[in-house]
């Protein structure tokens, strides 16, 4: 059942974290405090992976779902989206680190 924005909106927080799906493998994880962010769950190499795509509400639900279509597609590909984002971050630490 896809989600809404007003249900992601009016999700509180409970004695611990929980999650609720939004189909196709994306979920919003609501932490004990309240905290709600955007996850894509995948199966990589048989093995789960999950990846947070972002927080809630400085990512919308409809950014969610593209970010989640990126990665699908990474994941069709062959290459793990948590391994490219790894990737990106070393390269741009190495570049900044280059500049000074």
Known sequence: MALTDLEIRTLKARG???EVSDG????????????R???YRYPFHRKPVRLKLGSYPS?????????LLEARSLVDQGVSPAYQRRLQ????????GAES
């Not at 070393?90 to 570049?95: C, D, H, P, R």
């Open 16 to 18: 611990k974290a929980y």
């Open 24 to 35: 196709f493998g994306l979920s919003v994880r609501v932490s004990a405090t309240g905290v």
């Open 37 to 39: 962010t955007f996850q």
């Open 59 to 67: 990512m919308s639900l409809a950014d969610a779902r593209r970010a």
């Open 89 to 96: 971050k070393a390269a741009a630490k190495a570049e900044a």
